[in-house]
């Protein structure tokens, strides 16, 4: 909307300013999800993925008629600034304790969601995934995917990723060759609407206790899983991931991925995420200048097959036993790290998640997010999603209306424009203002050639009012 009066107002209060800003980057807290049926101790935010305008929520504590713990997962569509819950998912054949929500992926128009202590033929807590696919704004349950050896304890689904027709699914307590626990990861492949297990992946070095398939993430024909109490160089339970490709035939180890640092019980490889020829790893326990467990997370990337460590990422506050990287993800060259134990001015525990950027070759932390209404034990920052400008923040412990850890998501602008630099020239000055008043005045005002109401919901509410403009001033130092 324009207006006339707002736009006097601009005038009269530039007199004031004498000084440009500085440019500062500033995300944007857009949205709150909560379940249109939350509970006490259902857990929403558990999981957490985003992909385009879409998100999907786990609660896996969710009961509802397939049983308690049943668990459920919620997805939410945007339009324009505005999310709305488009449907809730649950198993067909749902049942007490499956924990349906444990792990959740979204590619375009398919979801899969890990049902990791599903009891079925394989075994007690055996686990499946169920995918669910999207036509015309309705979801349906298009398959049910169980391990073909499956046994007890397997907890396949313990960890989800799906790209295009292929779906990765961790069995982290899988017990094998390799040994007790040692774990394995599923790829399945869809032809014609049919799902088929495609391959059985298992570290090469594989060992019992390893829970390899803790997490996993696929791009394309790049598959990570993470093995986070691997042993190696002597050092127990410093971690690891794995890496394997697909030739057009065959799924191959292409490399394992460790800490140049590494050091016992650092849980290198509890959070996993790959984006084309980058990989993010989380070691959620890593124990470094910040504090004991204050935790980190590394970028590795590929460049003809061979990975290289490119950075070691931890926060510009890191503190004791944060447990900065339980959860990964990378879009592009931004990558977003949940610190879910973090201690700030909203409680005790009550969570972030950071931000950073790369810009030729070097990451650098850009932001720090937290949530505006942040409270003791929220839990903020145990899952995180990115996709584009848009990064989504699970909140699982967050007390609101449907009851006690009731659980909760918030949706972030990562756009990180300066705030009041409408013309783009990476400073605030009167050009600025006078580029504002002329887009509120109408278009017979030559700053308004080129405005559209993005350029001026600095508050991204989908409307442009006085709150916009207290924004704007707030970039001018007086």
Not at 20 to 25: K, R
Not at 285 to 301: I, L
Not at 438 to 450: A, E, F, I, M, Q
């Amino acid at each position: 909307m324009r207006s006339t009066s707002l736009m006097t107002g601009v005038f009269l209060i530039l007199a004031g300013f004498v000084q440009p800003a500085l440019a500062q980057c500033s995300p944007q807290e857009l949205a709150k999800l909560l379940a249109s049926d939350a509970e006490a101790s259902d857990c929403f935010g558990n999981s957490v993925f985003v992909s385009g305008d879409t998100a999907v929520i786990g609660a896996y504590y969710d009961d509802h008629a397939g049983g308690t713990d049943a668990g459920s997962a919620y997805v939410f569509v945007r339009l324009g600034c505005v999310w709305t819950q488009q449907a809730k998912l649950t198993a067909s054949d749902a049942a007490s304790g499956d924990s349906f929500g444990y792990s959740v992926a979204i590619s375009g128009d398919t979801a899969v969601i890990g049902a990791a202590f599903d009891t079925h033929a394989g075994g007690d807590h055996a686990g499946s995934a169920y995918v669910f696919v999207r036509s015309g704004g309705v979801w349906t349950e298009q398959a049910k995917l169980t391990a073909s050896d499956a046994a007890e304890y397997d907890a396949f689904g313990y960890s989800v990723g799906v790209s295009g027709d292929t779906a990765v699914i961790g069995a982290a307590f899988d017990t094998h060759a390799g040994g007790d626990y040692a774990g394995s990861a599923y790829v399945f492949v869809r032809s014609g609407g049919v799902w088929t297990e495609q391959a059985k992946l298992t570290a090469s070095d594989a060992a019992g206790g390893e829970y390899f398939g803790s997490s996993v993430s696929i791009s394309g024909d790049t598959a990570v899983i993470g093995a986070p109490y691997d042993t190696h160089a002597g050092e127990d339970y410093a971690g690891s991931a794995y890496v394997f490709v697909y030739s057009g035939s065959a799924w191959t180890e292409q490399a394992k991925l460790t800490a140049s640092d590494a050091a016992e019980y650092d849980s290198f490889g509890y959070s996993v995420a790959v984006s084309g020829d980058t990989a993010v790893i989380g070691a959620v326990y890593d124990t470094h200048a910040g504090g004991d467990y204050a935790g980190s997370a590394y970028v590795f990337v590929r460049s003809g097959g061979v990975w290289t460590q490119q950075a070691k990422l931890t926060a510009s506050d890191a503190a004791l036993a944060d447990r900065f990287g339980i959860s990964v993800s990378i879009s592009g060259d931004t990558a977003v790290v949940g610190a879910h134990y973090d201690d700030h001015a909203g409680g005790s525990d009550a969570g972030s998640a950071y931000v950073f950027v790369r810009s030729g070759g070097i990451w650098t932390q850009q932001a720090k997010l937290t949530a505006s209404d942040a409270a003791a034990e929220d839990g903020f920052g145990i899952s995180v999603a990115a996709t584009g400008d848009t990064a989504v923040i699970g909140a699982y412990q967050d007390d609101n209306a449907g009851g006690t850890d009731a659980g909760s998501a918030y949706v972030f602008d990562l756009g990180c424009s300066v705030v009041g630099d409408l013309d783009y020239d990476r400073d605030v000055d009167f050009d600025d203002f006078a580029f504002f008043a002329g887009c509120l005045n109408g278009p017979d005002v030559p700053y308004s050639v080129g405005c559209s109401a993005a350029d001026l919901d600095e508050v991204a509410d989908c409307d442009v009012d006085l709150a916009d403009f207290a924004r704007f001033q707030e970039a001018f130092p007086g």
